[in-house]
């Protein structure tokens, strides 16, 4: 091309900088749109994989109905294609969190690996076990070092529950003791797992509300020690490299998965030999304890038997004991009464014979009157004649003393004769002298014969006869001692004689008068006999008083031996009682040990059968598609690329009539140049590319633009929207921009543009170069259908007139403006109504259709009497009414057994009250339906799932803890469909009901309301949770706060939706203004001349624009209604049916926000209107 | 005092750091019911008079007095007034809305001013009774320009300002016009002020104000102007 040509290009650019403009920004607008909204799931899928790949997902996952071992796993890695296997242990219990109750899932988590891990990015977390798969971010605190330690989410705030808080196991889905060491866990970190991206649940399970609400992890030895592993990961070699979703990552997974499918049966069956194998061990342990202990306890309860005999014989020999006693004490008081008896003849014995005796001796003159006095007159009676008897006796003695003396006097004078040689009756002084005088002579011959014997001549004889001599002088001397001697004697035996003469003369003197000796001695044996009656009697007496001493003490030891004997025989009983007591204890013990035996027995015999029974296990291959999470994250993908292809449109279109006008009315300008140039000689092509090269330069421009910055912010904006419900961390800054979509997008931008040039363009230059030199004839004023009604037209002022003929003279601008405005209103309602209806999921669902705002549930062991009490308890509260029993069942809906299920809450009221508490009726006419028993009222959404009608058959099925259908599926007929927002249920009457179950059904769910009030509500759950057998308390309000959380989402694409719409209204009316004004500026500035003040000069151009707009208001609120609901069915999931109209408010929103940019427009255009100079007026036509 | 007076009036442009002075002390004045041309070749700055006049554009300085109301130093907004009520205005390529019918384009003018004619009286009054419903495009030049001249005067202005009122016309329909504005002068009695550069006009004026390079080089009054049909250019 030449370079003037360039040059002109440029500067008709640079002339016309508002009109590049507009192209550049519609087209960017058109292409950023299209391309950013479709790299939006691309992107979202690229974040997910990247998360997938950096934390090691799994790609598979191995369920088994029985678990696996370590062995399982080494056995799962050998099939071909499998990287890496984990085995990992998960079980959901309800479980108590703050002031909440709610289902969680507990997992175990190797926490060595995740200790060893280290996380790089936002996405990924190295570790150099490859076994480690699922890895976890820990985002706060620590990882679990202790069996009662956890860590929670850190995606999804619980109110209450953070680092520290302890959150409490109350009961599983399976028996928590079998499977938990620990029953409360502390939590002590918090953590993000690439298994749970979908923070709105953490997936499904059979407990509560059948959502899991929270998710821990545990360490390893949190589970109880040989609890087999729940589920097996694995990875897929080649996987990673492939993004998680697309066909040839699910490919080659599902060629990996056929293979285990393939080794499924085997693997089942060796788990099943571990596990009988296994169980079989243990049984026969137990079987051997339950033996020996029940020898145990036989021994010791025939040890107790044995003392109980022993006891028993000890209690016989007492009371023989006893019995002997009595029959002693008996036998005592007989003897004692006989005793008493004699005592009383003795006693009569010892008083007749007394009286006897004291008339005796009164007889005798001894006056008497009891035994003593008698004794004392006898005894002096006895004295008396005792000394009277002593006085002959010593009268007796004194004469027998002088007879002896008289003797020894004879003797002692014998004596002394004897010795003097005297002969008798010669004095005693003679015989002394006679012997005196012997003496001498002998004493003298003595003296001289010794003289003689001295001589020493003396013979013999002479000695001899001198020592004779000697010796009769020394006899004699002793003969004259002892006559002295007798002497002295003699002359005191005399006197004495002389004395006891004397004495006795007086002794006979006085004995004179005395009776004899005789009479004497005879009185004597008197008394003595009288005596020894006395001391008879008395000794009798004393006899008597002994035997009353020893019959009263036999009396006293009778009773003393009664008492003891009563003593012992309470003693006794006592024993007895004992006794029979210990024999009831021993046989209840007998007889509760024998049926504990028994219970054990027959548990014993059970688990040996259960062990006979055990199936080889079922065993599930589940791939990422079965994991909510990931799937419901890949499906919101999905469906952000399907609204990406189909939201984008407007903006093409609009594109193109921007294009297309504004090109017309630059070819218009432009048309002397074009007939100069072609009287240059040109030719068309030549001269089109002008144009076109100008609409490609705008286009291009704006499709390189709007391409870079959307497919950037927009992107980040939807992912952000989303990462408040899903935990999949954004793409770093700046996210890819897919080249096959940037040049769809920007090829379409700038084709759309350049073919509305080429027919602009293409028109102009058919005519001949001298009919464009000049200018084109104004287009003829026309009149329109509204002048023939003459009383409206009449009466509107001429400016009205003018603007109604301009309405319909300009076409392409009408399109342009309308399509454009319309768009706009379109986008609107489109956020509005987005908004609306997924608001009125919440505002459809909880007023209008669900009454009741408090759910109590019972445990699944919970009797009817549990229940009773539950409601009279409520019923007690005075908080509490509308109260309603339902019985709740998880199950399955579908019409086909082989094909696709949706998980059904089904609902079974206990009576026809349900319709207190729900309204069921008809969505569009509000028209009731009645609940019978043999209803079954499908919610509407399930209905539109399966096209089921009222007449129409649903299968419900069974399912199993995994949540696999299970069964044929039982066949109802459907009643009524009724309007609903939250969930997919089914509501089935009893009879009905009937036909699925013939279970007695608990009713074990209660629907009613409590007073809103904040205080009330708690202290009321409070009181719930503490009750025997509720199992979880739920306040709607929570749950609608939940959903207001997760909805927020939408708030966001609502901004981005007005600010879109803000962004085409801008460009249209902007456009539209800048060539009104431009062709019409002759107009205005005669208008001006003619004295138009500025408001009406304003008035008389913008009416026009503001009418148009008006109009593409009106049509856009049209168009917005078929969009939203595209968009609504399309973005709709399973779980939830979005509100089907789109509120008054957001119509009166959308069209008075279309409308204030269109003000806020023409305000901004007043300025190009001021500027229209009143001499181009005057000017000439071109 | 004269009706129209101008009085040392001066109009300066700025181009850049160039000042051009487009009108240099312009002194002139009209009578009531006069009809005047205003004669001069291109650029001499009878255009700039005709705007000032008009009150599209203000003096830089110097007096200009209509019917004793100054003119020069009125605000926008005062001057919008005073187009809107005082002049009635008749443009070279008659400036008519192509959407409203002639009626339609009489109003147009009528009805925002204090008390206009009535608009069919004057369509009629300009010879076109029967055309009234039709649209510019479908009559020809002298009728559009007379539907000008009719939404000029529907107004009753005190001032008919007409430029180059036959300068897109044919020499016979030209004539009809200069005729139209002579009669109406004379028998409206409306002040009828011309603007041209042919002079050949100056003969059925009553007043001639010549300009040149900026000043009325001659004012001069026609005590017996010719008619409008006679004249010959």
Redesign the interface.
């Known amino acids: 091309m030449r370079r003037a040509y360039v040059t002109e290009i440029l500067r008709s650019i640079k002339g016309s900088l508002g009109r590049f403009l507009a192209i550049t920004g519609i087209v960017a607008l058109g292409c950023g749109f299209y391309a950013g909204l479709l790299m939006c799931g691309p992107d979202m899928r690229a974040a997910a994989d990247a998360l997938y790949d950096g934390t090691n997902l799994y790609d598979i996952r191995l369920v088994s109905t029985m678990g696996f071992t370590r062995a399982d796993a080494e056995r799962v890695r050998d099939v071909a294609g499998v990287r890496a296997s984990m085995p990992a242990i998960s079980v959901d219990a309800m479980a108590r969190l703050g002031e909440e109750q709610m289902a969680v899932r507990i997992g175990s988590l190797d926490i060595d690996a995740a200790k060893a891990s280290e996380s790089q990015g936002a996405s990924a977390i190295l570790s150099d076990d490859g076994s480690y798969l699922n890895r976890v971010f820990l985002r706060e605190g620590h990882w679990p070092s202790a069996a009662d330690e956890c860590v929670i989410t850190a995606d999804k705030a619980v109110a209450g529950i953070g680092i520290g808080d302890t959150i409490e196991a109350i009961y599983g889905s399976v028996s928590l003791d079998e499977v938990l060491v620990s029953r409360t866990f502390k939590v002590v970190g918090t953590v993000s797992s690439p298994s749970y991206p979908y923070t709105g649940s953490f997936g499904s399970t059979t407990l509560g509300s059948g959502m899991i609400g929270e998710y821990l992890y545990v360490a390893q030895d949190a589970f109880v020690e040989d609890v087999p592993y729940t589920e097996m990961y694995l990875t897929v070699e080649g996987a990673d490299s492939l993004e998680s979703g697309s066909d040839a990552y699910q490919e080659l997974v599902d060629e990996v998965t056929a293979r285990l499918e393939e080794h499924e049966d085997e693997l089942a069956q060796a788990r099943h030999d571990d596990l009988v194998s296994a169980a079989q061990a243990t049984l026969d342990e137990r079987k051997a304890e339950f033996e020996r202990e029940r020898a145990d306890a036989q021994r010791e309860l025939d040890a107790a038997k044995e003392k109980l005999d022993a006891a028993a014989q000890e209690i016989a020999d007492g009371e023989q004991e006893y019995a002997d006693g009595l029959a002693q004490l008996e036998q005592s008081r007989v003897q004692l009464e006989e005793g008493q008896r004699q005592l009383e003849a003795g006693e009569a014995q010892v008083a007749s014979g007394t009286s006897e005796l004291l008339a005796q001796l009164s007889s005798q003159g001894m006056q008497a009157s009891t035994l003593a006095e008698a004794r004392a007159a006898l005894e002096r009676s006895r004295d008396q004649v005792s000394e009277g008897i002593g006085s002959v006796a010593a009268l007796e003695a004194a004469s027998n003393y002088v007879d002896e003396l008289k003797a020894k006097v004879a003797r002692y004078e014998d004596f002394i004769a004897e010795l003097s040689g005297e002969p008798l009756g010669t004095s005693i002084e003679q015989a002394r002298a006679a012997l005196a005088t012997a003496l001498e002579t002998t004493r003298e011959l003595a003296a001289e014969l010794e003289e003689l014997a001295e001589d020493p001549e003396a013979e013999d004889a002479v000695v001899r006869s001198a020592a004779w001599m000697a010796e009769q002088a020394r006899q004699l001397e002793t003969r004259l001692v002892q006559l002295d001697h007798y002497a002295e004697l003699l002359l005191q035996a005399r006197e004495d004689l002389a004395s006891a003469q004397q004495e006795l003369a007086q002794l006979e003197e006085q004995l004179a008068s005395a009776p004899s000796r005789e009479e004497l001695e005879a009185t004597r044996t008197r008394i003595a006999e009288g005596l020894s009656a006395v001391s008879q009697l008395e000794a009798a007496q004393r006899q008597v008083e002994s035997s009353r001493t020893t019959i009263a003490e036999g009396w006293r030891q009778l009773a003393a031996g009664q008492d003891e004997l009563a003593a012992g025989k309470e003693k006794l009983d006592a024993g007895r009682r004992e006794y029979e007591e210990g024999l009831a204890t021993y046989e209840k013990s007998r007889a509760e040990a024998q049926s504990a035996f028994d219970d054990a027995q027959r548990q014993l015999d059970e688990a040996q059968e259960r062990i006979d029974t055990i199936e080889v296990p079922d065993l599930y291959v589940l791939d990422r598609t079965k994991s909510e999470g990931a799937a419901t994250y890949h499906a919101d993908t999905m469906r952000m690329d399907s609204i990406a292809a189909v939201f984008p449109f407007i903006f093409f279109l609009v594109a193109a009539l921007v294009a297309l006008t504004t090109m017309t009315r630059m070819v218009e300008d432009d048309r002397v140049s074009i007939g100069t140039h072609k009287a240059l000689g040109y030719d068309t092509a030549q001269i089109a590319a002008k144009y076109l090269a100008y609409a490609s330069a705008a286009a291009v421009t704006g499709a390189a633009i709007g391409i870079a910055a959307l497919s950037q912010v927009l992107p980040i904006v939807v992912t952000s929207a989303y990462s408040i419900i899903y935990a999949i961390p954004l793409q770093a800054f700046p996210l890819p921009v897919s080249v096959p979509i940037a040049l769809r997008s920007g090829l379409l931008g700038v084709g759309v543009t350049l073919l509305a040039t080429w027919g602009a363009v293409v028109s102009s230059l058919r005519e001949a170069p001298a009919t464009l030199m000049l200018p084109r004839?104004?287009?003829?004023?026309?009149r329109i259908l509204l002048e023939r009604v003459t009383p409206i037209w009449s009466r509107m002022?001429?400016?009205w007139?003018?603007t109604c003929?301009?309405l319909f003279?300009y076409k392409r601008r009408l399109f342009m403006t309308v399509i454009g405005i319309s768009g706009c209103t379109a986008l609107l309602l489109v956020g509005f109504g987005l908004h609306d209806s997924i608001w009125d999921i919440i505002d459809g669902q909880y007023g209008p259709i669900i009454h009741y705002d408090t759910t109590v549930a019972l445990d699944d062991d919970a009797t009817e009497l549990d229940a009773r009490d539950l409601v009279d308890y409520l019923e007690g509260t005075g908080e509490v009414t509308g109260i309603v029993r339902v019985q709740q069942e998880n199950m399955q809906a579908g019409v086909d057994a082989k094909g696709e299920t949706i998980r059904v809450s089904v609902v079974i009221p206990q009576d026809e009250h349900i319709t207190d508490v729900i309204t069921f009726r008809d969505r569009r006419t509000h028209e009731e339906h009645a609940f019978a028993e043999n209803s079954v009222m499908l919610t509407e959404k399930l209905s539109l799932k399966y096209g089921l009608a009222p007449g129409d058959t649903v299968l419900l099925f069974d399912q199993d803890e995994i949540g696999n259908v299970r069964g044929e599926g039982h066949p109802l007929t459907v009643t009524a469909v009724a309007e609903n927002y939250v969930g997919n249920l089914v509501y089935v009457g009893r009879d009905a009901w009937a036909s699925v179950s013939d279970k007695t059904l608990p009713f074990s769910t209660v629907f009613a309301s409590t007073t809103p009030d904040d205080a009330v509500r708690s202290a009321l759950a409070e009181d719930l949770h503490g009750r025997e057998g509720v199992s979880t308390v739920v306040f709607t309000d929570e749950t609608i706060n939940l959903y207001r959380n997760m909805l927020s989402v939408v708030d966001m694409i609502v901004v981005v939706l007005i600010v879109s719409a803000g962004a085409l209204a801008f460009i249209v009316l902007y456009n539209l203004t800048n060539i009104n004004i431009s062709e019409r500026v002759?107009?205005i500035?005669?208008?001006?001349?003619?004295?138009?003040?500025?408001g009406?000069v304003y008035a008389y151009i913008f009416r026009e624009i503001a009418i148009l707009a008006l109009l593409g208001d009106v049509l856009g609120l049209g168009l917005g209604i078929l969009l939203e609901r595209f968009v609504v069915t399309t973005a709709e999931v399973d779980y939830v049916m979005f509100g089907r109209s789109i509120h008054p408010a957001s119509f009166g929103w959308s069209f008075a926000l279309t409308m204030l940019f269109t003000l806020l427009i023409l305000f901004l255009m007043r300025h190009k209107l001021n500027r229209v100079d009143?001499?181009e007026?005057?000017k000439?036509?071109e | 005092m004269a009706f129209v007076e101008f009085i040392d009036v001066t109009k300066t442009y700025h181009s850049g750091s160039v000042e051009v002075h487009a009108v240099n002390g312009m002194t002139f004045s009209m009578e009531r019911g006069e009809l005047v041309v205003i004669v001069g070749p291109s650029g001499a700055g009878k255009?700039t008079v005709?705007?000032m006049l008009?009150g599209?554009?203000s003096a830089t300085s110097g007096t200009i007095l209509l019917d004793g109301r100054k003119i020069s130093g009125l605000s926008e907004?005062e001057l919008?007034?005073?187009?809107?009520?005082d002049?009635g205005?008749v443009?070279?390529?008659y400036?008519l809305?192509?959407?409203?019918?002639a009626l339609?384009n009489v109003?147009?003018?009528s009805?925002?001013?204090r008390d206009p004619l009535p608009a069919d009286q004057v369509l009629e009054q300009v010879g076109l009774a029967d055309r009234m419903d039709n649209?510019?495009?479908?009559l020809s030049g002298g009728e559009q320009q007379r539907v000008a001249i009719a939404?000029a005067l529907a107004?009753n202005p005190k001032l008919l300002l007409c430029?180059e009122p036959t300068g897109?016309l044919d020499y016979q329909t030209g004539k009809q016009i200069l005729k139209l504005l002579q009669d109406t002068c004379r028998t409206t009695g409306h002040t009828v002020a011309i603007v041209t550069h042919n002079s050949a006009f100056t003969q059925i004026a009553d007043r001639v104000i010549e300009v040149r390079e900026g000043r009325a080089a001659r004012e001069q009054t026609n005590e017996h102007p010719a008619d409008a049909l006679v004249v010959e250019w």
């Open positions: 004839a104004p287009a003829a004023g026309k002022s001429f400016s007139k003018v003929r301009n003279r002759r107009e500035a005669s208008l001006k001349v003619l004295g138009f003040t500025r009406e009143m001499v007026s005057l000439s036509v | 255009t005709l705007n008009g599209m554009d907004r919008t007034l005073y187009r809107r009520h002049i205005f443009f070279q390529f400036n809305v192509q959407n409203l019918t339609e109003e147009l003018a009805q925002i001013c649209f510019p495009a479908q939404r107004k430029d897109a």
